[in-house]
């Protein structure tokens, strides 16, 4: 299809984010006649099109060429533009082949070996965690896609790595008709995204496509504790194995009784050792050990096994999950800004081992709050919601847990926080929103939480 394309016409990228960047630059060093655009008005776009102007790429910030999108041969998109936006919507109109990033650098990327993962929670940590396992057995390995570097980016470099561990979105998922993963990987599901998907059913479909490429090769990694992901693949082509926390019969799960991890009928690390915080990480790092242990069969050997304990007791997870930001006055305060769902923001909750403050608000993704009454009964001393989401939140929660609705700034919830915790107590950014009412996204978010934990000046 790519390689179609290229000698057709010129190939327009719509979205200059990291993504839209990456993925011109890529085209262009193959050989395609490249037109990068993206209608935002930012200084963060501006600079990205004069960049690409400057390596002789043709690129547009704060406006589109609709014409000249109009006669492109195919249409290459970034996973932050909405389907419904206008150079999408003339695209399909006119019959124009649309991909996204993905399915750009899968095809420079021919031949590579990649772990898939995709699912409503845990994605990133379980990607983070695979390539840092994969390089514990001595592979160059890298991790890409959802998680923070364009998929194009490793495409653009001169040395090919030996495997990828790869994040996919839905929305990722929805626009790379080629991906066939090595091993996939599906974490779990629960709603998510219902402010651009019109149903869950929607969503869930996207989260499918996982599978659309299902050979006999074929290798699926999915959680026997979740019905739904179960099902989702039932009937594919391949084989499946199953992590669990309560199944005692898959082939990756948590044994109470020696408090052990347990990979192919063997103990391979005390549930003591890991260094992630929640019943959550367990199911996250048996996915990820199971994957690499059926990637290949050479992973599973003595030396190999202790090579992942080892691995993942080094493990220290990544910013804004379940992240330790300070220790104040006796006070834990715990970043958990990457919960931008309710499903996420429950198993946050439920990790918590001290009375916590809990920060929850930001822009609504159109969820119910009600699914959090029981965590926050058990584990919340007081919830403030905050935000554009607080009405509707107080209104969800108000009654079954203490809770104030508090300010129209961030600074203004964090006094609050600070004020209402005691020594002993933790505060829990775990908002079940996205960010865009105060935050350009969550990493903002989270560093904000954690500068004004710390005081920082």
Same mark, same amino acid.
């Given at each position: 299809?790519?390689?179609?394309?290229?000698?057709?016409?010129?190939?327009?990228?719509?979205?200059?984010?990291?993504?839209?960047?990456?993925?011109?630059?890529?085209? =262009?060093?193959? %050989?395609?006649?490249?037109?990068? !655009?993206?209608? &935002?008005?930012?200084?963060?776009?501006?600079?990205?099109?004069?960049?690409?102007?400057?390596? %002789?790429?043709?690129?547009? &910030?704060?406006?589109?060429?609709?014409?000249?999108?109009?006669?492109?041969?195919?249409?290459?998109?970034?996973?932050?533009?909405?389907?419904?936006?206008?150079?999408?919507?003339?695209?399909?109109?006119?019959?124009?082949?649309?991909? %996204?990033?993905?399915?750009?650098?899968?095809?420079?990327?021919?031949?590579?070996?990649?772990?898939?993962? !995709?699912? /409503? +929670?845990?994605?990133?940590?379980?990607?983070?965690?695979?390539?840092?396992?994969?390089? =514990?057995?001595?592979?160059?390995?890298?991790?890409?896609?959802?998680?923070?570097?364009?998929?194009?980016?490793?495409?653009?470099? @001169?040395?090919?790595?030996?495997?990828?561990?790869?994040?996919?979105?839905?929305?990722?998922?929805?626009?790379?008709?080629?991906?066939?993963?090595?091993? &996939?990987?599906? !974490?779990?599901?629960?709603?998510?995204?219902?402010?651009?998907?019109?149903?869950?059913?929607? #969503? #869930?479909?996207?989260?499918?496509?996982?599978?659309? +490429?299902?050979?006999?090769?074929?290798?699926?990694?999915?959680?026997?504790?979740?019905?739904?992901?179960?099902?989702?693949?039932? &009937?594919?082509?391949?084989?499946?194995?199953?992590?669990?926390?309560?199944?005692?019969?898959?082939?990756?799960?948590?044994?109470?009784?020696?408090?052990?991890?347990?990979?192919?009928?063997?103990?391979?690390?005390?549930?003591?050792?890991?260094?992630?915080?929640?019943?959550?990480?367990?199911?996250?790092?048996?996915?990820?050990?199971?994957?690499?242990?059926?990637?290949?069969? =050479?992973?599973?050997?003595?030396?190999?096994?202790?090579?992942?304990?080892?691995?993942?007791?080094?493990?220290?997870?990544?910013?804004?999950?379940?992240?330790?930001?300070? $220790?104040?006055?006796?006070?834990?305060?715990? +970043?958990?800004?990457?919960?931008?769902?309710?499903?996420?923001?429950?198993?946050?909750?439920? =990790?918590?081992?001290?009375? /916590?403050?809990? *920060?929850?608000?930001?822009?609504?993704?159109?969820?119910?709050?009600?699914?959090?009454?029981?965590?926050?009964?058990?584990?919340?001393?007081?919830?403030?919601?905050?935000?554009?989401?607080?009405?509707?939140?107080?209104?969800?929660?108000?009654?079954?847990?203490?809770?104030?609705?508090?300010?129209?700034?961030?600074? @203004?919830?964090?006094?609050?926080?600070?004020?209402?915790?005691?020594?002993? $107590?933790?505060?829990?950014?775990?908002?079940?929103?996205?960010?865009?009412?105060?935050? !350009?996204?969550?990493?903002?978010?989270?560093?904000?939480?954690?500068? *004004?934990?710390?005081?920082?000046?």
């Amino acid at each position: 299809m790519i390689a179609e394309a290229k000698g057709r016409g010129e190939i327009a990228v719509i979205g200059l984010g990291r993504s839209g960047t990456a993925a011109a630059r890529l085209l =262009a060093r193959d %050989g395609a006649r490249v037109y990068a !655009t993206d209608a &935002g008005g930012s200084e963060a776009v501006a600079t990205a099109a004069a960049a690409l102007r400057a390596e %002789g790429i043709a690129a547009d &910030g704060g406006s589109h060429d609709m014409a000249r999108i109009r006669g492109a041969a195919l249409l290459v998109v970034s996973p932050g533009v909405p389907p419904e936006a206008l150079p999408l919507a003339m695209a399909r109109e006119a019959g124009i082949r649309i991909v %996204g990033e993905i399915e750009v650098a899968l095809h420079a990327l021919r031949g590579v070996p990649y772990i898939a993962v !995709t699912g /409503t +929670n845990g994605k990133s940590t379980v990607t983070a965690l695979l390539a840092h396992l994969l390089a =514990a057995l001595g592979h160059r390995a890298v991790a890409a896609g959802n998680i923070g570097r364009a998929l194009s980016d490793v495409a653009l470099q @001169d040395e090919r790595p030996d495997w990828i561990a790869l994040e996919v979105s839905s929305f990722q998922l929805h626009d790379a008709p080629g991906l066939a993963p090595t091993v &996939g990987v599906l !974490t779990n599901l629960s709603p998510d995204h219902l402010d651009r998907y019109p149903s869950v059913d929607a #969503y #869930y479909a996207d989260k499918a496509l996982l599978y659309r +490429n299902a050979s006999a090769e074929s290798r699926w990694v999915v959680n026997a504790d979740d019905r739904l992901a179960l099902d989702l693949g039932l &009937g594919c082509a391949g084989t499946r194995w199953a992590f669990s926390r309560r199944d005692q019969h898959a082939t990756a799960h948590d044994e109470a009784a020696r408090d052990a991890l347990v990979l192919f009928k063997r103990p391979l690390i005390t549930r003591a050792e890991l260094p992630l915080l929640g019943w959550h990480n367990v199911e996250n790092t048996l996915a990820a050990l199971l994957a690499v242990m059926v990637a290949d069969p =050479a992973h599973q050997s003595k030396d190999a096994r202790a090579a992942l304990a080892e691995a993942v007791r080094s493990f220290r997870g990544l910013p804004h999950r379940l992240e330790i930001v300070a $220790d104040d006055g006796g006070v834990r305060w715990i +970043n958990d800004s990457k919960a931008t769902n309710v499903s996420s923001a429950r198993v946050a909750i439920e =990790a918590m081992t001290r009375p /916590t403050v809990v *920060l929850l608000g930001g822009k609504h993704k159109g969820e119910p709050y009600t699914a959090l009454r029981e965590p926050l009964r058990a584990h919340a001393k007081l919830v403030i919601a905050y935000g554009e989401a607080a009405p509707l939140v107080a209104a969800d929660l108000a009654g079954d847990v203490p809770l104030e609705q508090c300010g129209s700034s961030f600074e @203004d919830v964090m006094q609050r926080a600070r004020a209402a915790a005691e020594p002993g $107590d933790a505060v829990l950014l775990a908002p079940a929103c996205s960010s865009f009412d105060m935050f !350009t996204n969550y990493e903002f978010r989270g560093n904000e939480f954690r500068r *004004l934990a710390r005081r920082d000046a």
